[in-house]
């Protein structure tokens, strides 16, 4: 069974930046597409960004030009480079596979205070 382990959360002042990590266990990463979600309280769960296993990016309007995802196939990991942060990304990220969720890991905290 494929476990997804996030960390790299915090408490960050706004403008401030964090990196986030997820380790995936298993084989299937490297030719997986992968995503980086977050849900703040309240809301439903979205995702902020994916990466296709050949390198492909995309993001939610929201997060474009402050967050970047990236991978390291060798390392079965992907990132999540977050700049400038805001008080609304506030919330706890996962990561999971883009197109087949696999069961979720415990998430990581991220914090921006104003």
């Known amino acids: 069974q494929v476990q997804l382990v996030e960390s790299g959360g915090g408490l960050v002042q706004a403008g401030g930046s964090l990196r986030l990590s997820c380790a995936a266990s298993?084989?299937?990463?490297?030719?997986?597409?992968m995503g980086w979600y977050r849900q703040a309280p309240g809301k439903q769960r979205e995702r902020v960004a994916a990466?296709?296993?050949?390198?492909?990016?995309n993001y939610v309007d929201s997060v474009k030009g402050r967050f970047t995802i990236s991978r390291d196939n060798a390392k079965n990991t992907v990132y999540l480079q977050m700049n400038n942060l805001k008080p609304e990304d506030t919330a706890v990220y996962y990561c999971?596979?883009?197109?087949?969720?696999?069961?979720w890991g415990q998430g990581t905290q991220v914090t921006v205070s104003s």
């Open positions: 298993g084989s299937a990463f490297r030719f997986s597409a």
């Open positions: 990466i296709t296993a050949g390198g492909i990016t």
């Open positions: 999971n596979f883009r197109d087949s969720w696999r069961q």
